[in-house]
């Protein structure tokens, strides 16, 4: 008997299910402040890229397609793609990716603490597998991959 066949990963539900864990961590009580100043947008000035899933970049790459654009150009100035180079703000804001809203942010708080993380983070790495990512990867490459689904 020949092994039975895995069922294809379904993006949509993958996006929702990131959505879900998106909205998980903002309903927990642990103080956040982001204030949209950006500063944490501007890689190369403050040293880190954020890291994401499939899942996550699904997520991104939809809001980006959905603000019209059709491809992700990183800025000479080595800060986000996503980043307005006028407004200075962030164009896939309700789509942005986990590290966004938990990580690398002095100004909103901090990093979270990895506790605090630990078990949507895991969720997020069970979505990555079942679209047959191999785990996170830099955000504008993530992005770009994603843009072609
Ligand atoms: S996706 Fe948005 S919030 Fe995240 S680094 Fe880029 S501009 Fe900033």
């Known amino acids: 008997m020949r092994p039975a066949m895995k069922p294809k990963p379904d993006p949509d539900i993958a996006m929702r299910e990131v959505l879900a864990i998106y909205a998980e961590w903002e309903r927990r009580p642990i103080e956040r402040s982001c204030t949209g100043l950006a500063d944490c947008c501007r890689f190369r000035l403050v040293g880190h890229t954020p890291y994401l899933t499939r899942g996550e970049a699904l997520v991104a790459a939809k809001a980006w ?34 590290g966004c809203r938990t990580h690398f942010c002095e100004a909103a708080g901090g990093p ?17 597998h079942r679209l047959g990512g191999n785990g ?13 689904r």
């Open 136 to 148: 996170a990867v830099n955000l504008p490459v993530a992005v770009r991959q994603a843009m072609g």
């Open 112 to 128: 979270a603490r990895r506790a605090e993380v630990r078990d949507l983070i895991a969720r997020l790495e069970e979505i990555d």
């Open 65 to 98: 397609k959905a603000a019209g654009r059709r491809e992700v150009v990183m800025p000479a100035d080595g800060g986000c793609p996503f980043l307005h180079p006028s407004t200075g703000r962030c164009g896939i804001y309700q789509g942005r990716p986990f």
